[in-house]
């Protein structure tokens, strides 16, 4: 049996507090969010294809962490992704400072020869923050549905950057912005 190449992704996670306000958010409908390592995330990039240059990929995250202090986002609204399984997300609204820095990680990876999956460059990038994903289409739509019910627009912060290995997803590194104010 061939083994699965592994892949990463470059994710800023939500702040404890800001993870803790969704969390209590969401758990006035119920859904597969609720599983206790429900960890919303915006990434900024997936990486699929094998690569040799993971030192390149901890650098990149090591200088935005340097470089970039938290960000606050503004979830405006709720979207699918279409497909066989469809992606239920919340939606930022966007903003200047955030695509900038969605360009910047973007153009490091492809100047380290990696490349990311088409959705994650520079061209197709739509920020989110995953909520359900991999379940039938009728459960995505009955929690979309649901949500939209109790669900409001909000500031969240995202407070770290992180590089994750995946299938399973393992954190490589987790790193706290430190750089100056992302408003």
Same mark, same amino acid.
């Given at each position: 049996?061939?083994?699965?190449?592994?892949?990463?992704?470059?994710?800023?996670?939500?702040?404890?507090?800001?993870?803790?306000?969704?969390?209590?958010?969401?758990?006035?409908?119920?859904?597969?969010?609720?599983?206790?390592?429900?960890?919303?995330?915006?990434?900024?990039?997936?990486?699929?294809?094998?690569?040799?240059?993971?030192?390149?990929?901890?650098?990149?995250?090591?200088?935005?962490?340097?470089?970039?202090?938290?960000?606050?986002? $503004?979830? &405006?609204?709720?979207?699918?992704?279409?497909?066989? *399984? !469809?992606?239920?997300?919340?939606?930022? +609204?966007?903003?200047?400072?955030?695509?900038?820095?969605?360009?910047?990680?973007?153009?490091?990876?492809?100047?380290?020869?990696?490349?990311?999956?088409?959705?994650?460059?520079?061209? $197709?990038? &739509?920020?989110?923050?995953?909520?359900?994903?991999? *379940? !039938?289409?009728?459960?995505?739509?009955? +929690?979309?549905?649901?949500?939209?019910?109790?669900?409001?627009?909000?500031?969240?912060?995202?407070?770290?950057?992180?590089?994750?290995?995946?299938?399973?997803?393992?954190?490589?590194? $987790?790193?706290?912005?430190?750089?100056?104010?992302?408003?």
């Amino acid at each position: 049996m061939e083994e699965e190449a592994k892949g990463y992704s470059i994710e800023l996670p939500l702040s404890d507090e800001s993870r803790e306000r969704l969390r209590v958010k969401l758990s006035e409908v119920e859904g597969p969010w609720q599983k206790k390592k429900f960890t919303p995330h915006l990434s900024f990039a997936v990486i699929r294809e094998p690569t040799d240059n993971i030192e390149a990929l901890r650098e990149i995250v090591q200088r935005f962490a340097k470089d970039n202090g938290p960000f606050v986002i $503004q979830l &405006s609204s709720m979207g699918i992704f279409p497909g066989k *399984r !469809p992606v239920f997300t919340l939606m930022p +609204a966007w903003s200047d400072k955030l695509l900038k820095a969605h360009h910047l990680v973007a153009d490091q990876i492809s100047a380290a020869g990696i490349l990311p999956i088409p959705y994650y460059r520079k061209s $197709q990038w &739509s920020p989110h923050i995953t909520i359900m994903m991999g *379940r !039938p289409r009728r459960e995505v739509g009955a +929690a979309m549905e649901a949500l939209s019910r109790v669900w409001w627009p909000g500031e969240y912060e995202l407070d770290k950057i992180e590089l994750v290995e995946f299938h399973p997803a393992v954190k490589m590194e $987790q790193i706290v912005l430190s750089g100056p104010q992302n408003r």
